[in-house]
């Protein structure tokens, strides 16, 4: 360490010699108090000596000098001593940093804040690109920060991120910003420095530090609405377990660091620097680990937050998975399970699979009976079923509410919706018991006034317009200067309107015009007002009113397009004179074309009935061939194209038409119809116009009874590629094939589902998925199509169908109660006489037999094979069942004549069964004892009690 | 000059390597027996029973065959130990693959019957080679050895390794049921945070294959929902997987959510993967990828239902992490 020294006096050279050897091995020792006492005595007692007094003695003892001194808290006469060296010896570079890293130590260590800080400035501009320097500048921005130069601070640290390479040092900087910025509340700069910095987390040491701040922000931004970020602060944040092990693993690695480091590294190279920089930094970490170690796992809490912040960040699949992981997980307590359960359930609602949600919130239920959440799981299913248009899901859901939990302070709101639900379905009676439950046990509650009107109008949903109209005008008052007046205004007007008393319905209208310009119905109002004129004859004012709806009305304009066709007709057919009523005719057809013509309507419908009129208006007028022009027209504009739904319409039109032109019967009609559909698709498959070929044969397909087999769609699979197809035709094709040929079916059901997702057309659709899930035994998926064909198109032609399918689900799924219900229901219905009504029958039969009911089986296979013999199919089927169902309850004579009966029948007799039930009624001969047939007291099959419909 | 001068040294080079069939010679040589009393026996080993080893030793001019228990062995060396560093060599040159593989089977062929005698040290040299199988396409190579070794390692971080080298090796090598089967153990005992993601990327594969879109995304979303940024091997896989499944499923904002933040996370889409090769969507190297909001999303299909259970009524519930 020391050069050699001149030759002076022996005793005291010896004696220098002894003490600066005692300095130095004190120093490396690191006995720092011995080594400043030697040090001094050599400045003191051996001043004098030359040597001492030499430049390269003291360039080399002043600094070991000031640095004991430093170590030994002899902290004035350090600052000194380098003080002294730097003034002294400017020149010098391999001791002056050392020098200069250490006053300023000094100077921060007697609280000369603003000295320390110049200094480390000083020594960081020696040579700004050492390591050390980011050592210096991180120690001068602590002093920075704690003499409020905070600006400064942040600045500094900014720069050291931005120039250092990745590494330990970049990541302290920046996590120091980030700490200070928390401390400083400047939430802002927190939030940059957090979510927009590169944490290389994989080596980070301070992990811990990083993950609780992000832990806490995450908390913050969740609080604030910033639902983006907080997912992205979460992710900063390791689970417990992770960072316990990551903390031990960095911990361990930089000891090793700094074990290798300490010993390759000299003194005046920046040793003491980095001594002092990974002391403080391993203190840190061994008590961040002791603190996780000695705290409580904050994974849960943790997941849950971040759970909530992927749903409110509208990233609900995500959220499932992070709540059902949890609601799972049986090392959690019971409170955290039920808090994911229940967060759990919001996640499948929003991700829209309701009938999931719904078990999910059943589950819930008899998880956690006692939770104060279930009435709420349950309130928020049956919204969400009610926003998705799943009404009576959404019903018994409110029921399940009300039924368990009617002290709830949702109660009131649940009977509430649940009326209003009734009121979806078109189900005015139950929708007024509950409104009037609701009147009369929250007259003060806030929605009571609602609950009000929805009765009145429940009134008017049956017709009852006089007490529709006396439960208004008691409301009226209650809703002066509220939000419902006007709509109570409006209700009022309609309902006179309904009643027909034209004079009050106009003077309320105008009343409601004048009063509340901006109202949401005034639309409606004008509407209306047009109406309530021409129940008053003034048709003029009336289609003057008609012809200012706006287009932007949607299908209010088009209602009014085509009342004021409606009026130009009853004029034109009041007309004194042929002149006036030409002109009136002229009118009605540039009034009808006008509106096929315009391109700038947001929404046009009834497309075939404006043809339909402008075509009847040349058949008034005797022009024939023009009336068959407009539909030829108008099959050649839109009858190849895919996005229109209405050619079938079209041609119906043409049909009511053609049958005012041709004064011939049905039959010929339907004969002449089906002649030109011919030619139209001969010609169609000429020019290539696929889409209009396939429409024409699905025309023709309706016009057959569904039972009677045609090849009409076997035509279109051969002819027109599937993408030529439109959404009716892919539903129909599908519903059509689905039973027989379900892999080509499911074809076209496939196509459908994907690129008509919002089709009307897509009931078909869900017959078709209810079938192939029928098909592979899976019940329940089965039943969930065909609930949401029932609720979405009760009126669709395959709505009866659909109900005997749904039944048979029910069946095979255990629900009996459930079927028998639907299938009475059906009974019930007059459009369903005939053939669906004996399917129903059987399906009972079927129905109660899979109850282990079979004596209750029995009449309902006897009334099908007894009443409905005009369909020997369904009637042999029934007989069949019937003479099982006998066999199966012992009494093997009447299965025996059953089947005698069933096969007496010649047309049952040709029928495939009729082999079966042969070898069946050869068996039970053989099985019954000899005579048996003969007892004259033995009841016939026809004598058995029929059930009553 | 220069030419000649690259020739010959190429040509010694070449004479001090040695050749594939010199090691094995070598390898067949004597085994040196060490016992716990430090006393040393080479001999060529004539039957060994994991109880019992026999071994034939040169005794004056003839031979004899001397008889050790298995717990009286502290260790066994066997020869060829040298030439470790020449699989070193050939392993780390592309041209010697196969060359590396055959070695690594000739050390196995030589040593494979006596794991139970091998330190934990010497056991590496096996779990090199399942490494190096599975790296070089022989999947099949790798999961006969990890499945023979395993029973043989202690260390619990070498033992997960190894068991995530078992699954890979079932799934690249075909064994769709086996790797299924596993992945799904592995699923069961894996933190869902954790260092890999593997056996959830390995059933979201199958899935897909299989054209089961809504399992696949369910499961590659997994270990996405619960990532954080610590790494997570094969997460990169899992984004991609779940990125074209929910494409598949006509979701409309999830597959441009999920490329947005796969490139903020700083992920390349796997094109290492060969089900996953050139099908990187354009939107995910596009900026500005914030999907529309005003569209309704498709409502998923749904997973069949599962019929409740008295006993458990969690385990009926609709899942989606049990795929």
């Not at chain 1, 004098?48 to 006469?77: D, K, W």
């Not at chain 1, 302070?409 to 379905?425: E, K, Q, S």
């Not at chain 1, 009334?863 to 199966?888: C, D, K, L, T």
């Not at chain 2, 139970?116 to 096996?126: A, D, T």
Request: glycine share 4%; net charge negative; aromatic share 10%.
């Amino acid at each position: 360490m020391f050069g050699g020294f001149p030759a002076s006096a022996q005793e005291n050279i010896s004696t220098l010699q002894e003490v600066l050897a005692r300095g130095q091995a004190a120093l490396a020792a690191g006995d720092y108090a011995t080594a400043f006492k030697a040090f001094e005595t050599i400045q003191t007692t051996f001043s004098r000596e030359p040597e001492v007094s030499q430049r390269v003695f003291q360039i080399t003892i002043m600094p070991l000098h000031g640095y004991a001194a430093l170590l030994c808290e002899e902290t004035n006469r350090a600052i000194q001593l380098f003080e002294k060296f730097v003034d002294e010896f400017p020149e010098d570079r391999s001791r002056v940093s050392f020098v200069l890293f250490n006053l300023a130590r000094a100077y921060s260590e007697i609280s000369a804040v603003d000295k320390a800080i110049d200094t480390y400035k000083r020594f960081i501009a020696l040579d700004p690109n050492r390591a050390e320097a980011a050592l210096a500048t991180l120690e001068a921005v602590r002093l920075m920060f704690e003499t409020g130069r905070d600006d400064e601070a942040f600045t500094t640290l900014d720069n050291v991120y931005a120039n250092q390479r990745e590494g330990v040092l970049r990541t302290k900087a920046r996590l120091m910003a980030l700490q200070k910025a928390l401390d400083l509340s400047r939430s802002d700069q927190a939030r940059e420095y957090m979510l927009n910095s590169d944490w290389s987390v994989d080596q980070m040491p301070e992990l811990a530090v990083l993950a609780f701040a992000a832990l806490e922000m995450g908390h913050q931004l969740l609080a604030s609405g910033d639902y983006v970020d907080a997912v992205e602060c979460y992710r900063l944040v390791p689970p417990y377990a992770q960072l316990i092990n990551a903390q031990e693993r960095r911990l361990y690695e930089t000891k090793t660091r700094f074990e290798s480091r300490r010993q390759n590294v000299g003194l005046y190279q920046g040793g003491q620097f980095w001594t002092q920089f990974y002391t403080r930094l391993i203190a840190r970490m061994e008590a961040q680990l002791k603190g996780l170690r000695e705290a409580d796992d904050y994974s849960p809490a943790l997941y849950l937050a971040f759970g909530q912040a992927y749903l409110l960040a509208e990233r609900p699949r995500e959220a499932w998975i992070l709540f059902e992981h949890l609601a799972r997980d049986p090392e959690l307590s019971k409170q955290q399970q039920s808090e994911a359960h229940y967060r759990w359930i919001l996640a499948a609602i929003e991700v829209g699979v309701w009938e999931d949600a719904y078990r999910i919130a059943k589950g819930f239920g008899r998880r956690f009976p006692d939770s104060p959440l279930v009435p709420n799981a349950l309130y928020l299913l049956g919204t969400a079923y009610q926003e998705a248009g799943e009404y009576p899901d959404a019903i018994k859901v409110f029921t399940t509410f009300l039924e368990n939990h009617d002290q709830h302070d949702l109660a009131p709101r649940t009977l509430f919706l649940r009326g209003f639900n009734h009121n979806f379905m078109n189900q005015p009676v139950e929708a007024r018991a509950d409104f009037e439950s609701f009147i009369a046990r929250y007259p003060r509650h806030q929605l009571s006034k609602e609950a009000r009107l929805w009765r009145a109008l429940s009134f008017f949903a049956e017709r009852d317009y006089a007490t529709a109209l006396e439960a208004l005008k008691l409301l009226a008052p209650m809703v002066k200067g509220g939000r419902l007046e006007p709509e109570v205004a409006y209700r009022i007007a309609s309902t006179c309107y309904a009643m027909r008393d034209y004079e009050l319905a106009l003077s309320s209208i105008n009343a409601y015009l004048n009063k509340y310009p901006q109202h949401t119905r005034t639309d409606e109002a004008r509407v209306l007002l047009g109406d309530i004129e021409m129940g008053r004859g003034e048709l003029a004012t009336a289609r003057a009113i008609f012809t200012q709806i706006s287009p932007n009305a949607g299908h209010l304009f088009v209602y009014s397009a085509f009342q004021a066709g409606k009026i130009l007709r009853a004029v034109a057919g009041a007309a004194e004179n042929k002149v006036a009523r030409e002109r009136l005719l002229s009118s009605h057809i540039e009034h009808f074309q006008n509106y096929l013509d315009r391109e700038d309507l947001p929404l046009k419908g009834r497309i075939s009935e404006a043809l339909y009129w402008v075509g009847w208006t040349h058949v008034e007028r005797g022009d024939e061939d023009l009336a068959r022009k407009i539909f030829e027209q108008a099959l050649s504009l839109y009858g190849d194209d895919i996005d229109s739904g209405d050619v079938p319409t079209i041609i119906d039109a043409y049909v009511r038409i053609e049958k005012r032109l041709l004064g011939v019967g049905k039959k010929e009609r339907e004969a002449r119809l089906k002649s030109w559909i011919e030619e139209e698709k001969a010609k169609a498959q000429q020019a290539d116009r696929l889409t209009y070929l396939a429409r024409l044969s699905l025309y023709l397909q309706s016009m057959v009874p569904p039972e009677n087999p045609t090849n009409y769609i076997f035509e279109i699979v051969e002819q027109v590629p599937i993408e030529r197809i439109d959404a009716e035709g892919l539903g129909k094709i599908a519903a059509g094939l689905v039973e027989k040929y379900p892999r080509v079916a499911e074809d076209y059901l496939t196509r459908l589902e994907d690129e008509y997702p919002d089709s009307i057309h897509r009931s078909y659709a869900y017959y078709a998925r209810a079938q192939l899930f029928s098909q592979a035994g899976e019940y329940e998926e089965a039943r969930w199509q065909l609930a949401r064909f029932r609720g979405e198109s009760p009126m669709h032609p395959l709505a009866i169908k659909v109900s005997l399918d749904y039944a048979n689900t029910l069946t095979q799924t255990g629900e009996y109660d459930e079927a028998q219900s639907v299938l009475e229901d059906l009974l019930r219905l007059r459009t369903a006489k005939g053939r669906p009504h004996a399917n129903a029958l059987l399906a009972l039969s079927r129905n109660a037999e899979a109850a282990g009911e079979l004596k209750r089986a029995v009449p309902y296979a006897q009334r099908v094979y007894n009443v409905y013999r005009g369909y020997p199919e369904i009637a042999a089927e029934a007989y069949w069942m019937s003479a099982q169902q006998f066999e199966r309850l012992g009494d093997l004579v009447i299965a025996y004549k059953t089947l005698d009966e069933m096969l007496s029948n010649p047309k049952i007799a040709k029928l495939p069964i009729a082999a079966m039930a042969e070898t069946k009624r050869s068996a039970l001969f053989d099985a019954l004892p000899e005579g048996a047939l003969d007892e004259a007291a033995i009841e016939t099959a026809a004598n058995n009690p029929e059930v009553s419909e | 000059m220069l030419t000649a001068l690259l020739l010959a040294a190429t040509q010694v080079s070449a004479q001090l390597s040695p050749t594939l069939s010199e090691i094995r010679a070598t390898l067949q040589e004597p085994v040196t027996i060490v016992l716990e009393g430090g006393n040393q026996q080479t001999g060529q080993i004539t039957s060994w029973d994991e109880s019992l080893l026999r071994i034939e030793v040169s005794l004056g001019g003839g031979t004899a065959e001397l008889t050790f228990p298995a717990e009286d062995i502290r260790s066994i060396r066997f020869p060829g130990a040298e030439y470790k560093r020449t699989l070193y060599e050939w392993k780390n040159d592309p041209e010697r693959a196969e060359d590396a593989l055959a070695l690594y089977r000739a050390y196995y062929q030589q040593q494979g019957a006596y794991l139970s005698l091998l330190s934990q040290r010497e056991l590496s040299l096996f779990i090199d080679y399942a490494d190096f199988a599975l790296a070089q396409n022989e999947p099949l190579k790798a999961v006969a050895t990890i499945d023979i070794i395993s029973p043989y390692i202690e260390d619990e971080a070498v033992l997960k390794q190894l068991k995530e080298n078992l699954l890979l090796g079932f799934f690249q090598g075909g064994m769709r049921e086996e790797a299924e089967v596993e992945a799904r153990k592995w699923i069961k005992e894996a933190e869902p945070a954790g260092f890999s993601a593997l056996g959830w990327r390995l059933l979201a594969e199958i899935n897909f294959e299989q054209e089961e879109y809504e399992n696949a995304f369910w499961t590659a979303m997994h270990p996405i929902a619960f990532s954080n940024q610590m790494t997570m091997l094969h997460l990169d896989v899992c984004y991609a997987l779940a990125i074209l499944a929910a494409e598949e499923l006509r979701l409309k904002e999830e597959p441009l959510q999920l490329a947005a933040e796969m490139r903020d996370r700083g992920l390349a889409w796997p094109d290492y993967v060969v089900m996953l090769n050139g099908k990187a969507p354009e939107y995910l190297t596009a900026e500005n990828t914030e999907a529309e909001t005003t569209a309704k999303t498709t409502i998923i299909e749904q997973k069949p239902l599962q019929s409740p259970s008295p006993i458990d009524p969690i385990e009926s519930l609709p899942t989606r992490i049990y795929n």
